[in-house]
């Protein structure tokens, strides 16, 4: 058994009941971390504390996430997008080369996180002989801060920008700024970034970061029909209402499924209001000060078991056929990470 969870009895039970008579043969996750303990020695403690999810689970060695993907998901063959973890404090050129070491054995199709500081041609040269599916890039390497007030090319500038357009790349995005992809400096970058840089597959993590259906509702009318040029992934995403929205506004050839390991690998469950969410959990992490009856926290099963029964039970709702299911699943990740990433401009 792997070290990250305690797999219940009450999380098998879970798991035969809601999950496994509608699981599909084969998933593809594309938005996991991957490092080892050394690549992020120097984070301090404070740090970690200071973002629920960062203090969540920040330890996944690629065998290890494999191993926790074969527990969960016993009867599905299971891929991996990975990339570094994206924090500013992190030896990012460690993390780089290690997976892309697992990309040379097979295991891994991996991201390369970015400095937005780093010399373009460095990365150019790097991206060609590791085959790095793209780019992760992320606020926390400018601010420090997961929703920071910035812009989109503060963390990853326009001459990386260009050398994902010119190799067919993917772009894994988490959005800046406190109002997401309904911020309309966001979308007014978004629009820019596609017409700029029509080559990039940009996938935009998080529907970007709607983990309330306010953010995408109000992200995909600012859109418009430029929201048809873009990806989203489902990661974390717990909210039934958000499925429904993306299920019926966003084709499944455009949404790709995503975990977001090892940060959700606790028992508990997600209440909401119209823009904020609240995490209860079972395990002991300094952000969880409030508790529920000893009798409904008995009956938590893994976070990641309720992002799937949420993601399955929107399918269902919306009448998701056995084709559009396996794309989401599967044929989109397979499409935008493994077959263009070999392209060459």
Known sequence: MQPYFQRTEFDVS????????RLPPKIFDVHVHINLPE????VPPERWRSDWALESGHLLPCEDAYACARELFPDCRYRIA???WPIKEADMEANNAYLAEKRAEGLLFPFMTVRPEWKP??????LQREGFVGF???PDMVSGVKGADISIFDFLPHEQWQIADRYGKAVMLHLPRA???AGPENVRELKDIRQKYPEVSIIIAHFGRSFCPYYLRTGLELLGSDGEGFYFDTTAVINPDTYDLAFSRISPERILFGTDMP???WHGRRTWTEKEYRNFCREEF????QHEPAEVEAEYTLFLYEQMRAILDGMDRNHLDADQRQAIFWDNGERILVTRSDLRK
């Open 179 to 181: 109002d997401r992809i």
């Open 82 to 84: 990975g990339f570094p």
């Open 14 to 21: 879970f798991y035969r009941e809601f999950l496994q008579p």
């Open 263 to 265: 940060i959700l690998f």
């Open 286 to 289: 300094s952000w969880n000060t």
């Open 121 to 126: 041609e460095e990365i150019e040269e790097m």
């Open 136 to 138: 992760k890039p992320y």
């Open 39 to 42: 690549h992020v020695a120097a």
